[in-house]
């Protein structure tokens, strides 16, 4: 084969090579799209099923028989659970509280919230009034997303940023939380301390 023909020959693999790797990489990248838009898809979907099912129940309710109200589960408590601590913040000079709420129903079983949750969080002044160094609210959907499930239970996550040079050394902070349950009008509150163990620095 003379080089020309030769050179032709390379030219048409190399083309060909090229063009094979970038439908491949096109045909990949269009996979990747479509799977997120059926996600998508599937989440709005969800959406819109939860939505009519709350629909329907509402449009039943003025007929429901009697007893149905009073025996759905309702919560009767919330509390400062002790899964509640501390976690590094985004610079040394701050840190996060986790703040976990639990809720119980009044057959002290866990109980899923519905409507915004506060959290508080104080310290201590001997002889004097706590002061407050922080305050979060969650909307209702924002409450939802913080429900955290383990194999110490069910609670509600409320992530509070703080400075670290604002913490007590020697006393647990404070911390109120504060619920209304939008399915029946029920104002309920709890406290709770969280100990703070100041970082030691390494030699």
């Known amino acids: 084969m003379r080089p020309a023909g030769v050179l032709t020959l390379a030219a048409v693999v190399m083309l060909s090579t090229g063009c094979d790797s970038r439908s491949r990489r096109a045909s990949a990248r269009l996979r990747t799209e479509n799977a997120a838009l059926q996600q998508q898809l599937e989440a709005m979907s969800a959406r819109t099923r939860e939505l009519e099912i709350g629909l329907r129940a509402a449009e039943a309710s003025a007929g429901e028989m009697p007893g149905t109200r009073v025996a759905a589960p ?64 969650l909307d209702p959907e924002t409450v939802r997303d913080a429900w955290r499930g383990s194999l110490f239970g069910a609670t509600y996550l409320i992530p509070i940023d703080l400075e670290t040079n604002a913490l007590p050394t020697s006393t647990p902070l404070l911390v109120h939380v504060f619920h209304e349950d939008l399915t029946t009008g029920t104002r309920l509150e709890a406290t709770g301390g969280v100990a703070h163990q100041p970082s030691t620095s390494q030699p």
């Open 74 to 137: 309702r919560v009767t408590a919330i509390a400062v659970s002790p899964m509640s601590g501390f976690e590094p913040g985004a610079s040394p000079d701050s840190t996060v509280l986790e703040v976990h709420v639990t809720a119980m129903d009044g057959r002290q079983r866990p109980v899923q919230l519905v409507g915004p949750l506060r959290a508080q969080v104080l310290r201590p002044i001997p002889d004097q009034p706590p002061s407050v160094l922080a305050e979060v609210v």
